[in-house]
C-alpha cells in the first residue's frame, strides 16, 4: 500500500444494537449507517463491558477491558496516564488525529490522550453564544429536559444550531483545513442519542406518525414499585429514574424522541460521507462505526443504562475499508466482541505492532471471513454496583451481587430477554456460574469464598488496588 488510510470513528451515545435500519428494525431509518455495513462488516453481537461512556470510552483508548484499566462503574473526574492509546500511537505514524463533537470522557477534559486538536462539547456553548448572542451557552437545555430525563419535546432552537448539526460542521471544518501530506484519524462523536431528548422537530413528528414499536418485557419484569430487577434504589427523581412504568403518550414520545435523534444522526453523517462532496470512503479511508453503550427505553421496565441485557449491553460496530483490504463486503459476523477489540484491529490493519498493554483481539481475520486460531470463551460485561455477566451472544449469565440473584437466557431462540431460564436448567446454568467464580476469584472486593460466589461485598466503580 503507497499509502497508509484515513480513519474515521463515529461513535453515538445511548445507541442500542437494534436501532440500525439493516437490522430490520421496523420503524427507524439509518440508510448512511447501513451503507458502512453493507459496504463492510456489521457486527452483531458486540458488547459495551462497561455498560456506561466513561468505562466504554477508556476502553476504546486504550484496548483494555474495564477489568484491565479498573473502571468497573461511573465515576467522573480520574486522570489516568502510562497506557499507549489509539490516537496517540497512531500520531506516532504521523496520523494527523483530531476529536470533534462529543468528547471521549477524558479528564481533564481538555487533555488530548493522543489527540493532537479538539473541539468537544465544551466548546458548544460558546459557539452557540457566538452564533446566535440571544443564546447562553446553557441554551440547549432552556426546553427543561435534562440529560437523563426520559421526557421529550422537538428541539426548540433553529436546527443548524442543534448539537448533531454543530459536530458534523467542526469535522467537515477539519477535512478542509486538515494537512493533505498526511493521513488522518478522525474521532466524529455524536451526543445523541442521549438525553435530553430533543431532536428536530420534522424527526420527532416522523415517528409519531409511523408508531413506535412496543416494550419488550420479560415475564421476569416487575414494575418498579413492587421492585424492578437489579434497582432496590429509591426514587427520589422519578423523571430520570432508572425503573419506569411508561406507556401511553409518555413511552410514544420518549420512543419517538430517540428514534429521531438517530434518524437525524444519520442524515448529518451524509454530510461526511457521500460520493460528491464529502470522504470518499471507499477509496481511502476506513470507517469504524459504534456507540459507548444502549438504552433500555422502557423495556422490562427499565431506563437509560449500565445493566447487561441487551437493550443496555448490546451496541451497533460496523467498519468500512478500501478493497485492498479484502473485507467481506455486506458480511454480517456473530462472534462477541468488545470496545478493546478496536485498537488491535485498527493496528492490524495497518500492520503496526500492537502494544503489551493492550487486551483486546483483533477482528481483521473476521472481516476477511477467516477463522482465528483462538477466540474468546465469552465476554465479562460488568457495571457497578450492579451486575456480573458473561456471553459468547448465544446465552448470557447474569449475576446480582447484592443479593445473589441469577438470571440466564438464551439468546438464540430468545433475543429479548423474555424467558428467564435461571430456575429452570441448573446444569446448564451451572459452567457459566463456574466461568464466573474463575474470573472474579482474585478480584479484591472479594466476589469469591471457598469457590462459591459471595453476596454483599462491597462494589465500587473502580477496582481497589
Not at 466548546?123 to 437523563?148: C, F, K, T, V
Not at 421476569?220 to 424492578?228: L, Q
Not at 459452567?431 to 467464580?437: A, H, V
Given at each position: 500500500?503507497?499509502?497508509?488510510?484515513?480513519?474515521?470513528?463515529?461513535?453515538?451515545?445511548?445507541?442500542?444494537?437494534?436501532?440500525?435500519?439493516?437490522?430490520?428494525?421496523?420503524?427507524?431509518?439509518?440508510?448512511?449507517?447501513?451503507?458502512?455495513?453493507?459496504?463492510?462488516?456489521?457486527?452483531?453481537?458486540?458488547?459495551?463491558?462497561?455498560?456506561?461512556?466513561?468505562?466504554?470510552?477508556?476502553?476504546?483508548?486504550?484496548?483494555?477491558?474495564?477489568?484491565?484499566?479498573?473502571?468497573?462503574?461511573?465515576?467522573?473526574?480520574?486522570?489516568?496516564?502510562?497506557?499507549?492509546?489509539?490516537?496517540?500511537?497512531?500520531?506516532?505514524?504521523?496520523?494527523?488525529?483530531?476529536?470533534?463533537?462529543?468528547?471521549?470522557?477524558?479528564?481533564?477534559?481538555?487533555?488530548?490522550?493522543?489527540?493532537?486538536?479538539?473541539?468537544?462539547?465544551?466548546?458548544?456553548?460558546?459557539?452557540?453564544?457566538?452564533?446566535?448572542?440571544?443564546?447562553?451557552?446553557?441554551?440547549w437545555r432552556a426546553a427543561g429536559i435534562m440529560n437523563n430525563d426520559w421526557t421529550a419535546r422537538p428541539w426548540h432552537l433553529d436546527e443548524d444550531l442543534h448539537t448533531t448539526n454543530w459536530a458534523v460542521d467542526r469535522a467537515l471544518s477539519f477535512l478542509r483545513r486538515r494537512d493533505p501530506?498526511?493521513?488522518?484519524?478522525?474521532?466524529?462523536?455524536?451526543?445523541?442519542?442521549?438525553?435530553?431528548?430533543?431532536?428536530?422537530?420534522?424527526?420527532?413528528?416522523?415517528?409519531?406518525?409511523?408508531?413506535?414499536?412496543?416494550?419488550?418485557?420479560?415475564?421476569?419484569?416487575?414494575?418498579?414499585?413492587?421492585?424492578?430487577?437489579?434497582?432496590?434504589?429509591?426514587?427520589?427523581?422519578?423523571?430520570?429514574?432508572?425503573?419506569?412504568?411508561?406507556?401511553?403518550?409518555?413511552?410514544?414520545?420518549?420512543?419517538?424522541?430517540?428514534?429521531?435523534?438517530?434518524?437525524?444522526?444519520?442524515?448529518?453523517?451524509?454530510?461526511?460521507?457521500?460520493?460528491?462532496?464529502?470522504?470518499?470512503?471507499?477509496?481511502?479511508?476506513?470507517?469504524?462505526?459504534?456507540?459507548?453503550?444502549?438504552?433500555?427505553?422502557?423495556?422490562?421496565?427499565?431506563?437509560?443504562?449500565?445493566?447487561?441485557?441487551?437493550?443496555?449491553?448490546?451496541?451497533?460496530?460496523?467498519?468500512?475499508?478500501?478493497?485492498?483490504?479484502?473485507?467481506?463486503?455486506?458480511?454480517?459476523?456473530?462472534?462477541?466482541?468488545?470496545?478493546?477489540?478496536?485498537?488491535?484491529?485498527?493496528?492490524?490493519?495497518?500492520?503496526?505492532?500492537?502494544?503489551?498493554?493492550?487486551?483486546?483481539?483483533?477482528?481483521?481475520?473476521?472481516?476477511?471471513?477467516?477463522?482465528?486460531?483462538?477466540?474468546?470463551?465469552?465476554?465479562?460485561?460488568?457495571?457497578?454496583?450492579?451486575?456480573?455477566?458473561?456471553?459468547?451472544?448465544?446465552?448470557?449469565?447474569?449475576?446480582?451481587?447484592?443479593?445473589?440473584?441469577?438470571?440466564?437466557?438464551?439468546?438464540?431462540?430468545?433475543?429479548?430477554?423474555?424467558?428467564?431460564?435461571?430456575?429452570?436448567?441448573?446444569?446448564?446454568?451451572?459452567?457459566?456460574?463456574?466461568?464466573?467464580?474463575?474470573?472474579?476469584?482474585?478480584?479484591?472486593?472479594?466476589?469469591?469464598?471457598?469457590?462459591?460466589?459471595?453476596?454483599?461485598?462491597?462494589?465500587?466503580?473502580?477496582?481497589?488496588?
Amino acid at each position: 500500500m503507497k499509502r497508509r488510510p484515513n480513519i474515521l470513528l463515529i461513535h453515538t451515545e445511548h445507541h442500542r444494537g437494534d436501532c440500525l435500519g439493516i437490522e430490520n428494525h421496523p420503524v427507524l431509518l439509518t440508510p448512511n449507517m447501513d451503507t458502512v455495513a453493507r459496504s463492510g462488516v456489521r457486527f452483531s453481537r458486540f458488547y459495551s463491558a462497561c455498560p456506561s461512556c466513561i468505562a466504554a470510552r477508556r476502553s476504546i483508548l486504550t484496548g483494555q477491558s474495564p477489568q484491565t484499566h479498573g473502571l468497573v462503574g461511573y465515576r467522573e473526574g480520574i486522570e489516568w496516564d502510562g497506557i499507549p492509546t489509539l490516537p496517540g500511537l497512531l500520531r506516532e505514524q504521523n496520523y494527523q488525529t483530531v476529536h470533534v463533537g462529543r468528547s471521549m470522557h477524558q479528564y481533564p477534559p481538555r487533555k488530548g490522550y493522543g489527540f493532537e486538536w479538539m473541539e468537544i462539547k465544551e466548546d458548544y456553548g460558546e459557539w452557540l453564544r457566538e452564533r446566535s448572542p440571544r443564546h447562553g451557552p446553557d441554551d440547549w437545555r432552556a426546553a427543561g429536559i435534562m440529560n437523563n430525563d426520559w421526557t421529550a419535546r422537538p428541539w426548540h432552537l433553529d436546527e443548524d444550531l442543534h448539537t448533531t448539526n454543530w459536530a458534523v460542521d467542526r469535522a467537515l471544518s477539519f477535512l478542509r483545513r486538515r494537512d493533505p501530506s498526511r493521513p488522518f484519524f478522525l474521532s466524529l462523536g455524536f451526543s445523541a442519542a442521549h438525553p435530553p431528548f430533543q431532536p428536530p422537530a420534522f424527526y420527532m413528528e416522523r415517528y409519531l406518525r409511523t408508531g413506535v414499536p412496543e416494550r419488550l418485557m420479560g415475564d421476569w419484569a416487575r414494575p418498579p414499585e413492587t421492585g424492578a430487577a437489579g434497582d432496590d434504589r429509591p426514587v427520589h427523581d422519578y423523571v430520570s429514574a432508572s425503573a419506569v412504568d411508561m406507556s401511553g403518550e409518555a413511552l410514544l414520545s420518549m420512543r419517538a424522541a430517540y428514534y429521531g435523534m438517530l434518524n437525524h444522526v444519520d442524515d448529518q453523517i451524509r454530510r461526511v460521507i457521500n460520493p460528491n462532496t464529502g470522504l470518499r470512503h471507499n477509496d481511502d479511508t476506513i470507517v469504524i462505526f459504534t456507540s459507548d453503550h444502549g438504552e433500555m427505553l422502557g423495556d422490562h421496565y427499565r431506563f437509560r443504562k449500565s445493566l447487561a441485557y441487551e437493550p443496555s449491553a448490546r451496541i451497533p460496530f460496523l467498519i468500512s475499508a478500501p478493497p485492498e483490504f479484502g473485507l467481506t463486503r455486506g458480511s454480517v459476523v456473530e462472534t462477541a466482541a468488545t470496545h478493546a477489540d478496536i485498537l488491535p484491529t485498527v493496528l492490524d490493519m495497518l500492520g503496526l505492532p500492537i502494544p503489551e498493554t493492550v487486551e483486546g483481539l483483533s477482528l481483521y481475520g473476521l472481516m476477511r471471513g477467516e477463522s482465528p486460531p483462538t477466540w474468546r470463551e465469552c465476554l465479562h460485561i460488568e457495571h457497578a454496583p450492579n451486575h456480573h455477566a458473561l456471553t459468547d451472544g448465544r446465552e448470557k449469565y447474569i449475576w446480582w451481587p447484592a443479593d445473589g440473584r441469577e438470571q440466564f437466557f438464551d439468546l438464540t431462540d430468545d433475543p429479548g430477554e423474555l424467558r428467564d431460564l435461571a430456575l429452570q436448567d441448573d446444569a446448564r446454568i451451572a459452567p457459566w456460574r463456574d466461568r464466573l467464580i474463575e474470573r472474579l476469584r482474585d478480584r479484591p472486593e472479594g466476589f469469591v469464598r471457598d469457590g462459591k460466589l459471595v453476596a454483599g461485598r462491597p462494589y465500587e466503580a473502580e477496582i481497589p488496588s
